[in-house]
């Protein structure tokens, strides 16, 4: 199973004060590989030269885990991270990681199992995997 993590669900460690990777790995309940799009990784070297204060820190330290965890960065057939994730996730093989209202909504219609987080403290599935 590859959990892939969107370039907003990466920013929560510094925005919140959460371990991600400790949550996940709290709750799933069968082997998995953690995986970011290659576009995701784009997004995040971006925020990191553009923006200022807590987003380019937050982009920073997302950038420093994605090497730290050995998170998996996948191929991306476009630049844009969310349309990426929508063409790599497949329903029974992937679940998502993500707070993006539009791209949850564009996921659950085709089938794949989301991950969020919840109450700014803990990450939870928005439906059941599998």
């Known amino acids: 199973m590859r959990v892939i993590l969107d370039t907003n669900f990466l920013l929560i460690p510094v925005q919140f004060k959460v ?5 996940i790995k709290k709750i799933m309940h069968v082997p998995f590989e953690l995986c970011v799009m ?3 990784v784009e997004e995040l070297k971006n925020i990191q030269k553009t923006q ?3 987003d380019k820190d ?4 997302a950038l420093r885990m994605i090497d730290k965890v050995h998170i998996k ?3 991306s057939g476009t630049s844009y991270a969310d ?3 929508l063409e790599a996730a497949k329903p029974k093989t992937h679940i998502v ?3 993006d209202r539009l791209l949850k909504k564009q996921l659950q219609e085709k089938g794949v199992p989301l991950l969020v987080m919840r109450q700014k403290k803990k990450v939870m599935f928005l439906n059941t995997p599998l």
């Open 73 to 75: 960065v996948l191929k």
């Open 38 to 40: 290659r576009a995701t």
């Open 97 to 99: 990681a993500t707070q």
């Open 83 to 85: 349309q990426a994730i």
């Open 52 to 54: 200022k204060g807590k």
């Open 19 to 23: 371990d991600i990777v400790h949550e």
């Open 58 to 61: 937050a982009a920073a330290f």
